[in-house]
């Protein structure tokens, strides 16, 4: 989409102020510790990008506030590297770069925002590298200090204290399907077929480069099996979520010209635990 036509959908540049002022009609308050996911082009020609946005951001929660982004890491070695030939593998293991949560780009496919907040000045990021996330502001620290090498997403986790700490979450344009924090929900719900996997990165040690072996539910194809629950072609995060804003559990409005919610995080995993619950132990 080229800029005029994101300035015509917009009415106009979408500056620092605007954004500051949508978020605040929105509910965003002082102090709030906000999980955000965000699709920049649909908020129009925002004046700045990315770090305006983040800035405006910065604004609404103020000093005592936080943000927190989904990272990963967008130079992982394949999941699947060890069903390669013998000496593929071995050039992998023998040089792939261990991940660094102080270099290691951001998943390109979560957008631009998370990579321009981590590189912030004082932003921490969690040593996680498949889950890692980016936090900036009062809570960083807690936030993402001694992120869980396995069951990244359940107890102890980054996600677990967003929600412990009274946080949010916020999709600024983002469609549905992009709540992360459904994956907490996933981690804690009791239904049957929970589908895990297991996998090898590198990391340092000690200051030596290891190889670990990580497990996690499948967070890339689901956790369970949803077709039962789930009409065909519909993601399964967004039918949660739109379930959940149809029980009055989050806010709605325009941050610029993007359609934009907001969830407090408990009430939010909470939901998300009964409805996988309800949805697929019916057949128990």
Partial sequence: M???????????????????????????????TVMFHTRLSAIGYVSGGPQTVIDALLDVVGPTGTLLVTCGWNDAPPYDFTDWPPAWQEAVRA???AFDPRTSEAEHANGRLPEALRRRPGAVRSR?????????????PALMDAHPWDDPHGPGSPLARLVALGG?????????????LLHHAEALAQAPGKRFVT?????EVA??????????????HGAFDYSSAVPEGQDPFAVIVGSMLAAGIGREGFVGAARSRLFDAAP??????RWIEEHLNRDR
Avoid at 128 to 140: K, R
Avoid at 207 to 220: C, L, N, P, Q
Avoid at 268 to 273: H, L
Wanted: hydrophobic share 40%; glycine share 8%.
């Fill in 95 to 97: 040089h792939h770069p």
């Fill in 2 to 32: 080229d800029e005029t036509e994101l300035l015509r959908r917009s009415d106009g540049p979408v500056t620092r102020d605007r954004i500051r002022h949508d978020l605040a009609a929105l509910g965003l308050v002082p102090g709030d």
């Fill in 268 to 273: 939010a995993v909470e939901f998300g635990v």
């Fill in 199 to 203: 996998y090898e990165q590198p990391i």
């Fill in 168 to 180: 949010r979450v916020l999709l600024l344009g983002a469609p549905r399907d992009t709540m992360t």
């Fill in 207 to 220: 200051g030596e480069r290891v190889w670990r072996t990580f497990r996690d539910i499948d967070s890339e």
């Fill in 128 to 140: 996680h590298p498949d889950v890692s996330l980016a936090a900036l502001g009062a809570s960083a």
